[in-house]
């Protein structure tokens, strides 16, 4: 089984690095527990997509991104170990590959194939060779009655609502839960 893994919000938490960055930059002090949709700072505190692509950039770039959950790694390599395929699959922006694959390395975050999407080519994450993924996009879980063959595990996060959705699609509050639901599923 080919898994796919997105990065920010999955397997790195980028929120609070990007918060610190935007209150250094802007003086704009953003409670993450109020954090409650995909375009909050744009909808609350006027920033363009552009401004918050930038913010999460330099919270990569000043070291800002940690792990998401602990034993991510361990979870990961028993499931190459088990003879999965595991696809990293970022929409990362290009001026922050060397960044985060640098941290996926540091981070012992073993995977067979690396893919950033910047969405430029008409692809989304589900249109790649892989049979599950994980990731926390509201937009993907929408998407998935196209994919019939495919499964999302969507990592519950506060800008994603986990309200109703297709049949391939299962809400996970951790990827370790996702990869155990994928293990017995085999």
């Known amino acids: 089984m080919n898994i796919g893994v997105d990065v920010d919000g999955v397997?790195?938490?980028?929120?609070?690095?990007?918060?610190?960055?935007?209150?250094?930059?802007?003086?704009?002090?953003?409670?993450?527990?109020?954090?409650?949709?995909?375009?909050?700072?744009?909808d609350n505190f006027g920033f363009s997509t552009e401004e918050?692509?930038?913010?999460?950039?330099?919270?990569?770039?000043?070291?800002?991104?940690?792990?998401?959950?602990?034993?991510?790694?361990?979870?990961?390599?028993?499931?190459?170990?088990?003879?999965?395929?595991?696809?990293?699959?970022?929409?990362?922006?290009?001026?922050?590959?060397?960044?985060?694959?640098?941290?996926?390395?540091?981070?012992?975050?073993?995977?067979d194939a690396l893919v950033f999407n910047d969405g430029c080519n008409g692809l989304t994450k589900l249109d790649y060779p892989i049979d599950v993924l994980i990731d926390d996009s509201?937009?993907?879980?929408?998407e998935m009655a196209k994919y019939p063959d495919k499964t999302l595990y969507s990592l519950k996060q506060p800008w994603n609502d986990p309200g109703p959705c297709q049949d391939n699609v299962t809400h996970v509050a951790s990827v370790a839960e996702a990869l155990e639901l994928i293990e017995r599923s085999l």
């Not at 980028?14 to 949709?37: A, H, Q």
């Open 52 to 111: 918050v692509l930038g913010y999460m950039d330099l919270a990569w770039f000043s070291g800002l991104v940690t792990m998401l959950e602990p034993g991510i790694s361990e979870h990961i390599s028993r499931m190459r170990r088990a003879g999965h395929l595991i696809t990293i699959i970022t929409q990362r922006t290009r001026p922050t590959h060397a960044a985060s694959t640098t941290w996926l390395q540091e981070n012992c975050i073993p995977y």
């Open 138 to 142: 509201p937009y993907l879980a929408k």
């Open 11 to 42: 397997l790195a938490d980028l929120m609070p690095g990007t918060l610190e960055v935007i209150k250094k930059r802007t003086g704009v002090d953003v409670d993450i527990d109020e954090y409650g949709s995909w375009t909050y700072l744009q």
